[in-house]
């Protein structure tokens, strides 16, 4: 069961900055994306346009599985360390090996901060 005080005060957010939510809803592994433009009932559910098929859908808070919640913009960064100055080239070169040959590469995910 999801938190829906959470879920609620972010489809909230989501109206207000005019941004997507992500869930799974019913029995569905895959995951949902929705620009919301309510609430229905006594807040039993929200509304808005599914992004995948461009239709105006509602869903029922109790019947959602997973919530993603609004979608924040996530900055990568990959750190190379090298004893010489590389040129940009080089640098291309190595990453296409990692990516060729599966090796591990070490990087951090960090939210954007506003």
């Given at each position: ?16 900055q ?7 809803y ?27 098929i ?53 990087y ?7």
């Open positions: 069961m999801i938190d829906i005080s959470q879920a609620t005060l972010d489809v909230i957010e989501a109206i207000k005019r941004k997507p939510i992500q869930f799974t019913g029995s569905s592994e895959h995951i949902r994306e929705l620009e919301p433009t309510g609430f229905f009932g006594d807040f039993e559910g929200f509304e808005g346009n599914d992004t995948l461009d239709e105006h859908r509602k869903f029922y808070f109790n019947k959602v599985t997973e919530w993603h919640g609004v979608q924040q913009p996530y900055e990568i960064t990959i750190t190379i360390k090298s004893f010489t100055h590389p040129t940009e080239e080089e640098i291309r070169e190595y990453l296409e090996d990692i990516l060729e040959d599966i090796r591990p590469l070490v951090t995910i960090n939210p954007i901060e506003k």
